[in-house]
């Protein structure tokens, strides 16, 4: 079982940038298919972005062109770019993990996660 830590949270107006990371441990890091989720007050939990077989991208529409998913396998961390922020942006960032044969940006096929990075966008 892989354990994930996020850092990286924080405050920013609207149109400025973060960068978040999820350092992993306990698993063999360049094998696993990771994704970044997000939760805002009072709704479900969402899909951003997932690397999976190959180093392949997955982004929510809503990210598309403004977040830049990538893993730095020597590191075993995961990072999330985030360029353009809007207020929509705001929530409870999470990195999770799942098994590479199932698909990307499903919260049910994510079998571990980490406990949440909160990001807030002022306008």
């Known amino acids: 079982q892989v354990q994930l830590v996020e850092s990286g949270g924080g405050s920013v107006q609207a149109g400025g940038s973060l960068r978040l990371s999820c350092a992993a441990s306990?698993?063999?890091?360049?094998?696993?298919?990771m994704a970044w989720f997000r939760q805002a007050p009072k709704q479900s939990r969402e899909g951003v972005a997932d690397?999976?077989?190959?180093?392949?991208?997955t982004y929510a529409n809503s990210v598309k062109g403004r977040f830049t998913s990538s893993k730095d396998n020597a590191g075993n961390s995961l990072i999330l770019e985030m360029s353009a922020l809007k207020p929509d942006d705001t929530g409870i960032y999470y990195c999770?993990?799942?098994?590479?044969?199932?698909?990307?940006?499903?919260?049910?096929?994510?079998?571990?996660w980490g406990k949440g990075t909160q990001v807030t966008v002022t306008s």
């Open positions: 999770a993990a799942r098994n590479c044969f199932s698909s990307p940006l499903f919260v049910n096929n994510y079998r571990s």
């Open positions: 306990g698993d063999t890091f360049s094998t696993l298919c």
């Open positions: 690397i999976g077989h190959y180093g392949r991208t």
